[in-house]
């Protein structure tokens, strides 16, 4: 873990020259500080003068060009990096330690470091006595070409409006957010509106039940554009539809889009027509690429990537009851029909995990002279029974199928049973020596048996996937699995309960990895070797 939870790192060289020494200022910063990383540009700065002035670095092509270098450095590092676009302001998180690449510090370290110190304390008022550090090898990228780009001119200003609008998501600010709000806080002169998409814009994302709650989302994107550029206004919105006051506002002149995003600019400029509104212009700023993105995520940085590589991982701390024995570990593993949990158990047991199948001890509590038998046959009655005694789960599900009442005398009846059962399968893995048991059960949360568990661990699928699979599989018609389906727990519900997600939405092989990767970290969190 890096020893400073926020920095503030200084770059004194020309703008041109950062592009190829981005990804070395970074990676020298990062191992100090674990963020936010802010950066304060000031090209040609002498920091060993006697009392430097913090200024503003200029607003042109080449700033743009630094800004898409350095945040596309910080994002493969997931580093929260912030560049600091006017001096002025106090942090939202003050910095414990000042860096300067040792390249720009020609001379005694000493004077530099002093004026480190008075430029922190001047621009952003920082404690006058913070730890002032110079970064080794944090100089020109040596696999970069120092030469500049001569189509552009380097001097050449960026057009300015009074007032300027973009829209996302914004899920977990990433370093093309970052770039592309930047690039919204240059252009505009007074006002900044940011539309956060909710609510049906988020239906079809992928992954959509990990997105970050709005309020989350908003407060997170306004800190950064406060600390980022301090002078402008922000009217941070949520969107609900793809339009939002971008149509109706009449202050508006500017939209800044992507290649993705323009035609979407286009309809908001018809609409404005519509509405008797000037168009706005379209300002458009290039997507980032991501040089790390593997299968099934996109070639450009984004958030649904984010989402992706999040699967497996704990999102959440581990429940901590000390009624709870420490072995062997529970997991209990759930998701709605379809979804693919009992694949996921089946790999988790070939890894080593001892498996409860609550399914099959349904149909043991349900099995003539079974421990819900007798109570269940004198609450709904003979014609329950096939020819030789047995309960058909068919026609009983009929009777208790959108009755609430019904369904909660049966559930009360086989939950409690069910979960002797577990408890019971659980000592047979302690037994056994087993150090990790999974309890593979659809109705986890919703009979509340988490208090059996150490963590949850959910399996989810798009609901359209989901009931292509039960049509497919159970032979139902569309309408059918879908009411199936929407009778039970959301997905939503079950990852607000959930430690670990799950998506056996793509190939195999996809949640292969996935599932060998969440058992992996398991292992560490146990300090237990791995099994793969």
């Avoid at 540009?41 to 270098?69: E, I, V």
Wanted: a neutral charge; charged letters at 20%.
């Amino acid at each position: 873990m890096p020893p400073f939870g926020a920095g503030l790192l200084v770059l004194t060289a020309p703008l041109a020259a950062l592009p190829r020494r981005a990804a070395a200022a970074v990676a020298a910063a990062a191992g100090l500080v674990a963020g936010p990383l802010y950066v304060h540009l000031q090209p040609g700065l002498r920091l060993a003068a006697p009392a430097p002035r913090p200024a503003a670095p200029p607003a042109g092509p080449a700033l743009l060009r630094a800004l898409d270098a350095l945040y596309a450095a910080a994002a493969r590092r997931g580093l929260d990096l912030r560049v600091l676009l006017a001096p002025g302001r106090r942090l939202a998180r003050p910095p414990r330690v000042l860096l300067l690449p040792a390249a720009e510090a020609p001379g005694p370290p000493g004077p530099v470091q002093l004026g480190l110190q008075h430029l922190a304390t001047a621009a952003y008022g920082c404690p006058p006595q913070l730890p002032a550090l110079l970064l080794d090898g944090a100089g020109d990228d040596p696999g970069e070409t120092p030469e500049e780009d001569p189509g552009e001119d380097l001097g050449a200003a960026l057009p300015n409006f009074s007032d300027v609008a973009v829209g996302g998501t914004f899920d977990r600010l990433h370093g093309a957010h970052r770039f592309l709000l930047s690039a919204c806080a240059l252009l505009a002169q007074h006002r900044l509106l940011a539309g956060v998409a909710d609510g049906d814009l988020l239906r079809h994302k992928v992954l959509a039940e990990l997105i970050e709650p709005y309020e989350l989302r908003a407060a997170q994107l306004l800190e950064f554009l406060q600390d980022v550029q301090p002078s402008l206004r922000y009217d941070i919105v949520r969107l609900a539809d793809p339009y939002g006051p971008a149509v109706t506002d009449p202050n508006l002149q500017c939209l800044v889009v992507s290649e993705e995003t323009r035609r979407g600019g286009e309809a908001v400029n018809r609409k404005r027509l519509e509405n008797g509104l000037p168009e706005l212009a379209l300002y458009e700023i290039l997507l980032m690429k991501d040089p790390d993105h593997s299968q099934n995520e996109e070639e450009k940085i984004s958030s649904s990537s984010l989402r992706q590589r999040l699967l497996g991982t704990l999102l959440r701390p581990p429940r901590q009851d000390p009624a709870l024995p420490p072995r062997p570990y529970v997991i209990g593993l759930t998701g709605g029909t379809g979804s693919g949990k009992t694949s996921i158990a089946s790999r988790l047991g070939r890894l080593g995990a001892f498996i409860i199948d609550a399914d099959k001890l349904g149909h043991a509590v349900y099995s003539p002279g079974g421990p819900a038998y007798g109570r269940v046959l004198a609450t709904f009655g003979a014609e329950i029974l096939n020819q030789d005694g047995t309960i058909n789960r068919r026609v009983l599900g009929a009777k208790v199928f959108g009755n609430q009442e019904r369904l909660k005398s049966l559930t009360d009846i086989v939950w409690p049973e069910m979960a002797q059962m577990v408890k019971e399968q659980i000592r047979e893995a302690a037994a056994q020596g087993s150090s990790v048991c999974v309890l593979d059960a659809v109705v986890l949360l919703e009979a509340s048996w988490q208090d059996m568990v150490h963590e949850v661990w959910t399996a989810i699928i798009p609901e359209e996937e989901a009931v292509r699979r039960v049509v497919a599989r159970d032979g139902l018609s569309e309408e059918a699995a879908r009411s199936r389906l929407q009778s039970q727990m959301s997905n939503s519900q079950r990852v607000q309960q959930s430690h670990v997600v799950l998506c056996t939405l793509w190939e195999q092989d996809v949640t292969r990895r996935q599932v060998e990767k969440a058992w992996g970290l398991l292992q560490q969190r146990l300090g237990l070797g791995h099994s793969l």
